[in-house]
């Protein structure tokens, strides 16, 4: 079957660093996405990678290791928005995303 | 980026009674519309992809009778819950994907069945 997995919830400071982790077991792979997701909203995108590596945008990187079946998301400078959940998803090889259960980020200040 | 536009944002009805969710791609046509669910504290939940110009496709385990999908236009899906009961209550999200990278999501439907 198709699993991703991520940690269920996780506690970082104000202008302190986060690596929220991602792995996944999927029938074939097009891409893995990591979108933030607050409380009764939509998920926003946040990145999206295909290849092996590192990807930063700002304050967010995020990184890929397909033979790994591994990914993770850094966070940098934190701020009290970015609580929320960070959902992790990989596109299958039916280009169906599918998703993991979500990370519920918390800042403390 | 492209829009996609949910209504309504939330809504609250009665035991029985049927609920309607619109989903429109604003500024680009959409030949697939996902339709997601989620409980809270949980992640989506794909239930179906609706096609225009043909029937959608459910996910195993969701009824195709109490949630209906059309694809009625390139810029148009829509989700029936029928004969809504409590445990139906959920956020519902549509999203299109208009490329090979992200989805885009439209603002999510938070119904709740009393």
């Known amino acids: 079957g198709q699993n991703i997995d991520q940690p269920t919830e996780m506690t970082a400071t104000e202008g302190a660093i986060v690596q929220i982790n991602c792995t996944y077991q999927?029938?074939?792979?097009?891409?893995l996405f990591w979108y933030q997701q607050h409380a009764g909203e939509a998920p926003t995108f946040l990145s999206y990678?295909?290849l092996d590596g590192l990807e930063e945008k700002g304050r967010f990187s995020s990184f890929l290791s397909r033979s790994k079946g591994y990914s993770y998301l850094l966070l940098k400078e934190l701020q009290m928005k970015d609580s929320a959940s960070y959902l992790c998803?990989?596109?299958?090889?039916?280009?169906?995303?599918?998703w993991g259960a979500g990370t519920k980020l918390i800042i403390k200040p | 980026g492209a829009v996609v536009s949910q209504h309504p944002s939330w809504v609250i009805c009665k035991s029985g009674t049927s609920v309607k969710i619109e989903c429109r791609s604003l500024?680009?046509?959409?030949?697939?519309m996902f339709w997601y669910r989620q409980f809270p504290k949980q992640s989506l939940m794909l239930m179906a992809t609706?096609?225009?110009?043909?029937?959608?496709?459910?996910e195993q385990g969701v009824e195709k009778d109490k949630f209906l999908i059309n694809h009625a236009s390139l810029t148009l899906s829509t989700l029936t819950v029928t004969s809504a009961h409590p445990e139906d209550s959920s956020f519902y999200i549509c999203?299109?994907?208009?490329?090979?990278?992200?989805?885009?999501f439209g603002q999510g439907t938070r119904l709740t069945v009393v």
């Open positions: 999203s299109a994907p208009p490329g090979d990278t992200e989805a885009f």
């Open positions: 500024d680009f046509q959409a030949t697939t």
């Open positions: 609706s096609n225009e110009g043909s029937k959608a496709t459910y």
């Open positions: 999927t029938s074939g792979f097009n891409g």
């Open positions: 990678n295909v």
């Open positions: 998803a990989v596109k299958d090889s039916n280009y169906q995303l599918i």
